[in-house]
């Protein structure tokens, strides 16, 4: 059965699907960050994004501070679990070197966002915000009154990223998307996009994709683009691929602390590196074997196949 | 699978083609150029199965069980059928199939069955007779309550064609037309075209306008637009380029009987 | 770590969680429907029930027949795809031999029902119904203003059934249970409910669960007894074990258009067989050998072990 | 993982306990007979895994990263650290974990951080100054504002005690105290107790009512109550039952050293 083949280049697959202003999810809770199509927005000069992303992050710092986004949509600020994210907070707290809007919702809330945005709803109600100041400072945060009699309740709106962009394990060439792992909200914030760039570890062969179709995140109709792109989570991780780089997450906070340091780190890591292939060769090898991991596999299923009857 | 290309033009001769067979292949026509259909069961499995092999190789099968680009290697006796999950390309929960992928958006084209269908293609699945004591209780909504404002359109195949299936009125409208809807509230239009063809026993019914209602399209070779106007509960009306319903081929009546459903498990 | 082990017997589990005038889920979308604890409910006698499933088929019909249930909450009342219930219809239209409360929605309905439950929120929206009859006749369908400018949008109440029972593929004994193939609603069903009984084709050693996380569908929290009960699913499937038995719906269709004989047919195959496996066993090896299925299993992924620092 | 039962009542000696070590211990020993904790990162790791070594082997240890029955054969270096899926008894994607386990209360206990705790458990972890232009721009809600109307109950660790982090008013509430929700509607209170005891440097603080306000429950070895409320940012009332905090065991000690974080990754 031929199906449309989405494999790409990243280079070609930002410059299709991403352009200046347009609303972009990149997402990953803590574990398949997009990282290498990140640094590819940043390549490509792309400004005024609005950058939807629960967990603003090391990625959210160095497209902020390469100045390709207007206006983040978060919930969580944090490098990593809890260091500062300093270009943010040079924003926020002192405009330099320029504003940043932030627009800001609890974790659930940015999932209901997003379950909203993929199910074609204009909100979704959830039992968080009352009591909290967020509702006071967030106008898209609402109350609808219950129809069944109960208490009113706090809704969140819709989110409709232009373009989501997500990395997995794996992925076929018509674009069906397994990962495997922590798989957060990847499905419904790709869901809710209009567009979906899935970059992966490994293009494999549909059949592979097809011994488990439960594997399946995002079925082939969901994806625009495929781009096979090993080490693309760096210095995230890809379950069973490689691990976290917790070295380079400790060696960010310094960098982070100076905007100058930050820009030098752009110019030899993002600017003069063409691709993920010349940043890994970078980084090194002796870098790279200090978070590969062993194997440990999953048992395999039965799907079972029905008889010739004779 | 094979998509060994039809000889599409060739007449058909001795092998006189069932209703089934006749409706599946009108059928499979509709789906020329769609991209992902929600297939039913019995006359949409053969009608996808067909299209297929003829004029869509690339049809995505999505069924409301969760299955997305389903590869089945046998005919499926239902749309849960273990054939269709083995080798398929995703399988979902009902929430993000019902959610993600039908309410978001990404069906094409629905095939639905109902035993009712009115003048603006809404459709009775529930009931025929009175809601609270009825004469037949029928299947309900299921997901075609769904399918009928999400999908981008919807295809009905009706086994009768007679005022009892085509009547003036719903005893009960299961899943309503955009029209319907447009008259609760001009706001609450879904996305939806709702259904663009109605295929029975005696013709091709079109509703082209997503507020329209239904016309005569295509008659079936033997019939007259007369005798499909005089089966339909309401005074239908006719298209200005109505025509005669294109015959299936030999080799659309080949596959299916010698392809896709050997064993006649819906070939009657 | 030790877990609690809620591995029990099919009629201790019934017992136990299962009472006269309750709500009861029983789910599973025309794969790993639980037959088999359907039929210990018929033989424990237990009556008035609310009973739930958004697919009543043979197995609402036995239930019905055997007068355990006094109302039915469903979205599509046929047999397998098509074919009629004529147990169901025989109540709901002519009341005989009693009437059968029926409160109907439609599938994505029921689905948001049960998400609605297990989420602890009062009602979830969904974009069906405008214009439908069915709001008219079922109260509980209602609609709520969007406080973003759009139009209405119908809402369907939270369901939380006392209990759920599914079926699954298999469980190890702490009660995470992991399926494949279709899984339905299964997961909404269950966490909607306050207890939840899980009969499984095998009991598993925690290993095997534990090299699959992203398999577990219900974590051991949301399970309160798990069964092991090989072909607990027949007439329906388990994707990989067994087959759905055409034949034997095939067969039902006129037993089920004469209230004797599904009455003899209920004494027969489970008044007077004791459990699943004397079932299984009147069933015979070569009914059973008809549904046997041919092994096609699922290609393992890695999920890595991190390496130990020397 | 040993489960060894603690000795728990030998005196410590020579080997001081660090404040991490302290407030660890201290923190571990609240989840006596919990079944389900949400589990953040730093402090509460640790804690978590003392208490499944010495109080509470059984105790179900789930992240919001939707990682449920986590068995890590490593310290974990966040909450979405890959060796807590390894092994993990589930992974659920992030509406389930925020819906169905901790919005369906399935969660006994949630372990918090905030920069800021009011007299009534609400916390702030937004910002210092004015949301406008922030002296100081914090992490935020995350899921802390699930958490905390929807856990059985809240423990918040502080590693400062000052009217800085305990002030008389949050310069924001991030997440609201079941005080707080009940103020803006009183059917609107959330299932959960809220915040139930904060353990700082100084003291131990339970809030017992869950309308109620926090109390000096324990103060720790070598400081007296006065100095607990002189250092606490509002006239915070002293428990009838006020006790010195049971200082950590050797064994305690032993394990989160040489068992716990042997690479010192928390333990500072």
Redesign the interface.
Known sequence: MPSPDKVTDLPSAVATHVGNGMTVALEGFGHLIPFAAGHEIIRQGITNLTFCRMTPDILAEVMIAAGCVRRLVASFFASGSAGSLHEVRRRVEHSDPAPLEVEEYSHYGMVCRYQAGAAGLPFLPLRSYAGSDLPRLNPMIRKVADPYGGPDIYVVPALRPDVTIVHAQRADRAGNVQMWGIIGAQQEAAYAARTVIATVEEVVDEDVVRSDPNRTVLPSHAVSAVVECRGGAHPSYAQGHYDRDNAFYREWTPISKERDAVLRWLDEWVHRVPDRAAYLEKLGPERWESVRVDPRTSQPVNFGRRRVVA | ?S?RPVGGTEALSDVAPSTTEFLAAVAARQLVGK??VFA???LPTLAVDLA?RTVN??L?LVY??????A?P??LA???????L????????????L?????????IDVGFLGAAQVDRWG?LNT?VIGD?D??????????????IM??AGECIVVLRRHDPGALPARLD??????????????P?????GHGVSTVITPMAVLRRPEKLGELVVSEVHPGLTVDEVRAATGWDIPVADDVRETERPTVEQIRLLREEIDT?RLYLR
């Open positions: 699978m998509s991209q992902r039913g069961v019995g297929r190789p690339d995505e409301e069980s969760g299955i997305c680009g590869q290697e046998g006796e239902g749309i849960a059928d273990s054939v999950v083995s080798g398929a390309a995703a399988v979902l929960g009902m929430p993000a019902f959610g993600y992928v039908l309410q978001g958006g990404h809404s529930s809601w004591q009825p004469r037949v209780r029928l299947p309900g909504g299921g997901g075609a309550t769904e404002p999400n009960f409208c299961t899943s309503p037309s955009p029209v319907r809807a447009h008259a609760e509230d706001r609450m239009v879904p996305p064993v």
